[in-house]
Structures are given as C-alpha cells and as structure tokens.
C-alpha cells in the first residue's frame, strides 16, 4: 500500500515530531561524513517553509551507560544549522521539562533537536512511558529514519502507535527508499542481477534465499564466499570460513542450481596490511594465507554479468576494500554499477554500509540510481518487503 507523506499534510502551526537517522561519524566534535544529515534536508524543508514547527529526534552511536559527551547531537545541531541557514536550537535532553518548555516556545518554521534517545533505555525498549512523554510532543509523526525503521523503538514504533488520530506520515528520504527497493523485489526490470558481499553467510541467510527466488543471477564475494567455497571441497588457508555454515552453503548451492556464482580466483596474503605481499590463485587457497578479494578472472565475469543487467543491487564488498592492496575486486563492482547505470540505463541499487562507504570512496556515489542510508534495513526490506514500523503509518 502506498503510504502518505509529509507533502499529504497540512503542517502550518502544528508541531511535527520527525524520526531522523543523524547517526553520523563523529571524530574530535568534528562530523565527518555528513550524508545522513544531508539526505534529511527535503523533508525537514518541506515543513520548515510551509510554517510547521519541526521537532527533530534521533540517535546517535551505541552510548552503554546513559548520558556519554562522545555520543551527544549537539555538534549535528551546529552543523544542521548551517545547511539550513537558520538557528538550531539544541535540547539538552530527549523527554521532560527543559524539552517541553523548548517545543513550547517554538514558533512557526522553527527547528528542535533533542538530545541522543539512546541516552535513555527506553527508547531500545519501547519503554510505554518514555514513547508517551515523546509522542505528547507532536501534532504531526513523521518518520524519515530508514537506518532505523527496521527496529521497533520507542521513536519508530511506540510513538505513531500513541499518536493514532493524528497525522503518521513518511518522509521523502523512506519514500525513496522504498521505491527502489520495493519496485527491485516485486517488479524487477530483468536480467536482475544481485551482489553479495560481506563476511557471514549466515547473517544474510534469509537474503540469500530471497534473491535466489527473484534475481536471474546471484554473485558472492567477500569473506561469505569462503564458506561457499569450503562448500565446493576448496582448501581455504587461513581464510576466514563461517564453518558453522558450511552445510548451510552446501544446501544453498544445490537450491541455486546455475544462479549462484562464486569466486574462481583470489587475491591472497598472510597479512591485512596497506603494504601486504600479494598473489593471486585460482583454486586453493595455499596455507597460512587469506583470500582478501576476488581475483582479477573473477572480478572480469561478474562484470560481465553486471553489464548485461537491467536491475541491480549490490550489498556487501568483494574483499577487505579499505586495504589498497584489497580494493580492486570492490571497485571493478562499483565501476561496472555506474557503467551499467550511465551507458545501459540500468536500475543499481547500492544496500548501504560498506557498499555505499564504497562507491563514495571510488567517486561514483552520483553515478548509479540510489545509494540506499540504511545497511541493515535494506537487507531486512529485501528479505520482508516490508516494515512493521512503516506498516501502521497513514
């Protein structure tokens, strides 16, 4: 069903409790990748000039005991203020007096931002009585938190369910979001082509049974590769093999018959270094070495499928990409995304974390359809369809 947004309601002089995902890097008080802050703007604009009162709330990092100086919003406050060109006024706290009195005094197309949630317990536990003193905030719920909507707190999920009756909206960053995740996994252009990457087979299990359903061709990279591979009989050295799982890729195969494509050559070292000695090997992985990225054979054929694609999604990197001597596999993927994209118009679809961290590192972030802000969730939403979280909104 497609749900409403805050472009469907009226905002003048209401106050509009807005979930965002400003859970930005932050080293020394200085935000050093701000792209969740920057992916907000539309939304927050959008009731700012239209003379809404937006009241901001999100979370920021894993604080372990409460209140942490490390893990405060308020550097996210200033630099906030300076993309909208307007004050920011910044609240020590996330529920109780200093926050009700602040949102009090707010005037149309003002700007709040509460404190980090996770400074209180509740929020992770959908604590009643800390989503009640929330939702008394707000006369409009807007949820524009996709690296979150996948979890049901206090703020995504205890929040528009106290706030029935009145307006529970989306805003534009998730109605991006689903769109081409929903559209890639119900109505995929074909051939459909999926990327996955990463460490642990069993952590993208469900996924993987997924797209095995719906995509023509299902590529692995990355450390999970290696379980697949011990699957198959290959010596793997000291690569790191998810050995739990191996029966689980064995079982993955036979169901995949000629879908599933896996490394037939490595790039290989003793150490994970920016200087380390590299080779490269096709078949066994000698002893005392790791596999630490996709050969360059390998990289070469999964180019070629995703060349001849009309959908793509990519999650997870092809080997350890932050390590120059690592990096290629990873960047022959995002080169051959945005080319797929730019030459054969092709739908590329980047699932968050290290893939986005990725094709930002490689320049190429503007060249492919959608670089999703959501890691976690997008895999969740690949492998559901949907959120429970999203699903009671308006």
Not at 48 to 72: C, N, Q, T, W, Y
Not at 224 to 232: C, D, S
Not at 322 to 338: N, S
Not at 351 to 359: E, I, T
Request: aromatic share 6%.
């Amino acid at each position: 069903m497609p749900k409403k947004t805050v472009a469907d309601v009226d905002v003048k002089g209401k106050r509009v409790l807005m979930r965002v995902d400003f859970n930005v890097p932050i080293e020394d008080g200085q935000i050093t990748d701000d792209r969740r802050i920057a992916q907000a703007l539309p939304t927050i604009k959008s009731v700012i000039d239209r003379g809404g009162r937006v009241i901001l709330m999100s979370h920021l990092g894993r604080p372990k005991e409460g209140a942490d100086p490390r893990f405060s919003l308020r550097p996210v406050g200033e630099h906030l203020s300076q993309l909208l060109g307007k004050p920011v006024r910044f609240v020590n706290n996330c529920i109780g007096l200093e926050v009700e009195q602040a949102v009090n005094a707010m005037q149309d197309g003002d700007v709040v931002l509460l404190e980090n949630l996770r400074f209180l317990k509740g929020e992770e536990k959908n604590d009643p009585n800390f989503a009640a003193q929330l939702a008394k905030l707000g006369d409009v719920y807007v949820n524009d938190a996709f690296g979150t909507a996948h979890r049901e707190h206090a703020s995504t999920f205890g929040v528009p369910q106290l706030m029935q009756g009145k307006p529970r909206v989306i805003g534009f960053l998730i109605q991006k979001e689903l769109k081409f995740l929903g559209e890639a996994i119900t109505e995929p252009q074909r051939p459909f082509v999926a990327i996955l990457g990463g460490a642990k087979v069993s952590d993208k299990i469900k996924v993987i049974e997924k797209l095995l359903e719906k995509a023509d061709t299902l590529l692995i990279g990355g450390a999970m590769a290696n379980t697949f591979l011990v699957a198959q009989g290959r010596e793997m050295g000291n690569s790191m093999v998810e050995r739990e799982a191996v029966d689980l890729a064995k079982q993955l195969i036979s169901k995949a018959r000629f879908k599933l494509k896996l490394p037939i050559d490595s790039v290989v070292s003793n150490e994970m270094s920016d200087d380390a000695d590299t080779q490269v090997v096709n078949g066994d992985v000698p002893a005392g070495m790791m596999a630490l990225d996709i050969g360059p054979e390998t990289a070469r054929l999964f180019r070629d499928d995703v060349m001849k694609a009309k959908t793509i999604i990519w999650n997870g990197p092809m080997g350890v990409f932050e390590r120059e001597p690592f990096a290629d596999g990873t960047q022959e993927i995002a080169e051959a995304c945005a080319e797929a994209t730019q030459k054969h118009d092709a739908t590329s679809i980047i699932g968050g974390g290290d893939s986005a961290a990725a094709v930002e590192l490689f320049g190429l972030a503007d060249k492919v359809t959608h670089v999703s802000t959501g890691g976690g969730a997008s895999l969740e939403f690949l492998e559901k369809g949907h959120f429970s979280t999203i699903d009671l909104l308006d």
